[in-house]
């Protein structure tokens, strides 16, 4: 520190003085102006100590009042809480008042909207009745509908209310009763009408206008004389006057084995009840028909059954049902389950005494599998229905099985010893005619087993596949083979599939980008005729699934055609209809590449290939829409598809399901179905 004020200080002598010493007389006056700045500095020094003296004191005197003013908020706080808490004391009572009467209100409020509950199901009660003596059997059948939907909307939001509950219930079993029986009347003069059931020969497939006969005319509501017309007036409030499963239970009993299964719609258990009455009066008690030896006779006459009516069902009846939303129900289908209900029932009662004996058990077999081959070969009736409706499930029970396997396995065996104990077992089939055309000398007992054995496969095939695929907890006598068979199948179906549509994929490509938009209109084609970009997948789908089904057992084939249609629909649609657009005549001409030519190659499979190709067939639907319809339904689809109005308190949503319904579109959304409309270039 003092090295460096001695430097500074040298620095200033060196530059004051220099090197003149003559320069020392100016030393005094340096010194005088030394003095006269310290004292500046020391007058300077006392001005700030007295100003910051008077600051500190200003400052302390602030704080000294501020402190002064908190003290004094501080007991107005505690003033002001003594008298809040003094005044919510007295309070209290009026709070307590409050509560007291808010409940009270409360209370009555509920017991205003549970009297409007039991008003409304009152007035839907006297709708109802209004409307059936009045004759007006759609209204009485809508305004049920009421209060069936008020039952589902307490079920749902699981109320408390059980006795508004139960008292609403009791009303729809009461008008049900009723409802039901007038209708049942109406349909059974209308059947009647056309000899209804068709016993002995095939009824008609569409209904003849009947004459006008006032003698045999039964009183209806249904004043027309078409029976056509009747029929689907009657069938259209029989469906609505279905109920809901978990009251559709109560009202009726059943056995275990319909609980099992899905419920039928109330027209077609009316129409099964005449067959149901003539099965139980021939097959049931000790009529000669009833016969325990002969399952054949009871069998047959469900099939001939079948047979007589699937013209008049597909025709007459499943029109109604696509009409009312019920496309995707199969009318065959569901009159089959119900004939196959008939079925279960008497061959579970029959089989507890036919499992004692062993010719009987083997004959019954032998015409339960033909029955069911039967089912699925000529009548196309889906697996999944016949895994839980067929009679073969009766006879792959546990203890049924085991008698099963027991017969066969003694019935090979004495085949066996029968076979190798012949005097011509070890001799060659054509021996007696020339060694040429056997060179190996196969022994006919070779022969014969092999035969023995297929005859084994094909007959356990379609019950061991039956057993693979019920699912149940309970164990069988299969467990360990069914999930190796089960996975066998899977996986060869799965690649047969798998190889297939990447050929089918690779032919489809110049499908793909056809000139969808260049095309002539549908009237400047005098007639249409399959696009050629068509011809190499239709061709590559046509000879693989014919060489398939020439290879593969039907069950297995069926299914493999059932998920080769499923995939091919869904990439025609997303690749082929999603992804490009059409003039007039591109929608014409895919319309009639898809239903003139992909949809019947699929028909020698089934009755109905179309059912099995929904997106594309409800896609050539959209795109073939006359233009009024087609902009009518794109508005309509729009508005349905805008977001709500914030401003609007009480917006009115646009349903467009009905809309579609109209015009046979079930599957695809409201944002598909635009999407599609607005490949059309016409309509953009």
Not at 267 to 291: A, C, E, M, S, Y
Request: hydrophobic share 40%; charged share 25%.
């Amino acid at each position: 520190m003092a090295s460096l004020y001695g430097d500074e200080i040298n620095q200033y002598l060196d530059a004051t003085f220099g090197s003149d010493v003559k320069s020392l007389k100016n030393i005094e006056n340096i010194f005088k102006e030394a003095k006269r700045k310290s004292e500046a500095l020391k007058l300077q020094l006392t001005k700030a100590k007295e100003e910051r003296t008077e600051k500190i004191e200003s400052a302390i005197s602030a704080s000294v009042d501020a402190l002064e003013h908190a003290k004094a908020l501080d007991g107005a706080t505690e003033s002001i809480m003594t008298e809040v808490l003094s005044r919510l004391d007295d309070s209290e009572t009026a709070v307590e008042k409050f509560r007291a009467v808010k409940a009270k209100i409360d209370e009555v409020e509920r017991y205003v909207s549970y009297f409007k509950w039991i008003e409304k199901i009152d007035e839907a009660s006297g709708g109802v009745q209004q409307s059936i003596l009045s004759d007006s059997m759609q209204d009485a059948c809508a305004t049920f509908r009421t209060l069936v939907n008020h039952y589902t909307c307490f079920t749902g939001n699981q109320t408390k209310c059980k006795h508004l509950v139960n008292y609403l219930k009791d009303t729809i079993m009461f008008w049900y009763k009723i409802l039901k029986d007038k209708l049942s009347k109406d349909l059974d003069g209308i059947l009647k009408q056309i000899n209804y059931p068709f016993i002995n020969s095939p009824g008609p497939n569409t209904l003849q206008k009947a004459p006008n006969n006032p003698e045999k005319s039964i009183p209806s509501p249904y004043t027309n004389l078409d029976p056509a017309i009747h029929l689907t007036e009657v069938i259209k409030n029989l469906l609505v006057l279905n109920l809901p499963p978990e009251l559709g239970r109560s009202s009726e009993a059943s056995t275990s084995h319909a609980e099992k299964q899905e419920d039928l719609l109330l027209p077609f258990q009316l129409l099964l009840r005449p067959l149901k009455r003539r099965f139980i009066f021939h097959f049931t008690g000790t009529k000669p028909t009833n016969v325990i030896h002969k399952p054949e006779w009871y069998l047959t006459q469900i099939l001939n059954w079948l047979e007589n009516h699937a013209g008049f069902l597909e025709h007459t009846i499943q029109p109604i049902l696509d009409d009312n939303g019920l496309a995707h129900r199969d009318a065959v289908v569901m009159f089959a389950q119900g004939l196959l209900q008939l079925v279960w029932a008497k061959l579970s009662v029959d089989i507890e005494e036919i499992i004692y004996t062993d010719e009987l058990y083997s004959h019954v077999v032998d015409e339960v599998l033909l029955f069911d081959r039967e089912l699925r070969a000529v009548h196309d009736i889906p697996t999944a229905v016949l895994n839980t409706s067929s009679p073969l499930t009766v006879l792959t029970q546990t203890h049924c099985i085991q008698k099963w396997l027991n017969i066969e396995r003694t019935c090979a065996a004495e085949r066996l010893d029968t076979l190798l104990a012949s005097d011509e077992a070890w001799t060659s089939k054509f021996s007696e005619i020339t060694e040429d055309i056997d060179e190996q000398r196969t022994p006919q007992c070779a022969e014969t087993f092999v035969i023995m054995l297929q005859t084994m496969t094909d007959r356990h095939l379609l019950p061991f596949i039956l057993q693979a695929r019920i699912s149940s907890t309970d164990s069988t006598v299969f467990d360990a083979t069914i999930h190796l068979f089960g996975r066998i199948c899977t996986e060869g179906v799965e690649s047969h599939t798998q190889l297939l549509l990447n050929e089918f994929r690779e032919k489809c490509k110049p499908y793909m980008y056809d000139g969808w938009l260049a095309l002539p209109t549908a009237e400047e084609q005098l007639v249409f005729v399959v696009s050629q970009s068509a011809c190499g997948m239709l061709a590559v789908l046509q000879d693989r699934l014919h060489f398939l089904e020439q290879r593969l057992c039907r069950e297995l084939f069926t299914q493999l055609w059932r998920v080769i249609a499923e995939n091919v629909d869904i990439y025609l649609f997303n690749e082929v209809i999603v992804k490009n657009h059409f003039n007039s005549g591109g929608a014409a001409q895919i319309h009639y590449d898809m239903t003139r030519n992909l949809f019947p190659m699929f028909g020698h499979y089934t009755s109905k290939p179309d059912n099995y190709f929904k997106r594309v067939k409800e896609g050539c639907i959209l795109l073939t829409l006359q233009s009024g319809s087609a902009l009518l339904l794109r508005e309509v689809l729009e508005e349905s598809l805008k977001p709500p109005d914030p401003m609007d308190p009480h917006p009115t949503p646009v349903k467009p399901t009905s809309a579609l319904n109209d015009i046979g579109v079930f599957l695809l959304s409201a944002k598909q179905a635009l999407d599609i409309i607005k490949r059309r270039v016409e309509w953009t």
